[in-house]
């Protein structure tokens, strides 16, 4: 028996087609899970991203959508079940970065942050665990944090304070819904060699050296690790 095989399994993703998203979604299809993908991009350019994450085609769906618009969210949400059924699974990973130093960050910015970070991940698993409930469907909820949720970096404070904010949310939704069999957990990723990060490695010698004192091990975070452990929670 391999307890990695997701064979069947229905997860939705949002922010599937990011520069980690894909790479979970490239895991999870690898152990035989069908993936609804959700992002914001249009549909040729998800076409793109899905064709390396499956190439087959036949275990992965996008559907574009901005959980922060509820008649999205609940379009998401419908089109995901007439494909393939409920999902079992639902993973809360769009999310974005925007570095300014503290006393120069645009409000604006902030709100728009907290807005994608959080307030979408809180709907995303709000309408879910309704539909759960209502079905008396067992579900796990997956959260993307940050280690940043406990470690504090210098330019990013709302993006640690969304995180940390996630890191709670994660916890309210396990205990209050664990009477119905709706799990949540949250993988938190560290540093990892994808996007403004791995640009700032590459190009910013003194990011570089704080950066490395500050993994253990000295080096950034491959993207795959982080999809490892998506595998593990779905498994």
């Known amino acids: ?5 997701l064979q069947d399994r229905v997860i939705l993703i949002t922010g599937g087609c990011g520069a980690i998203g894909r790479v979970i979604v490239r895991e999870l299809t690898a152990h035989n899970a069908r993936v609804a993908v959700n992002d914001i991009l249009t549909e040729k350019e998800a076409a793109v991203i899905l064709a390396e994450a499956d190439p087959s085609g036949e275990r992965t769906a996008y559907f574009w959508g901005d959980a922060n618009q509820p008649d999205k969210l609940t379009e998401l949400l419908d089109r995901t079940e007439a494909a393939w059924g409920m999902p079992d699974i639902v993973c809360c990973h769009a999310g974005m970065v925007d570095a300014h130093p503290i006393t120069e960050y645009p409000l604006a910015a902030f ?5 994608t970070n ?7 698993a709000q309408e879910t665990c309704r539909r759960w ?6 579900g796990h909820l997956i959260f993307t944090t940050s280690w940043v949720q406990d470690v504090p970096w210098p ?3 709302p993006y640690t ?4 904010g996630m890191k709670a949310m994660m916890r309210g939704y396990a205990r209050e819904l664990a009477a119905h069999k709706i799990r949540a957990n949250a993988v938190a990723p560290g540093i990892v060699a994808v996007g403004l990060a791995k640009r700032q490695w590459d190009t910013d010698p003194s990011y570089k050296a704080r950066a490395q004192k500050a993994i253990p ?3 950034m975070q491959p993207p795959e690790t982080v ?3 998506f595998l593990y929670l779905c498994s």
């Open 118 to 124: 959080l307030r979408a991940a809180f709907a995303t």
């Open 155 to 157: 330019e990013i404070t």
């Open 227 to 229: 999809a490892h452990a």
């Open 133 to 138: 409930q209502a079905a008396e469907k067992p």
């Open 217 to 219: 091990l000295g080096f």
């Open 161 to 164: 304070t969304s995180k940390a």
């Open 1 to 5: 028996m391999n307890l990695l095989d």
């Open 111 to 115: 709100d728009q942050l907290i807005q």
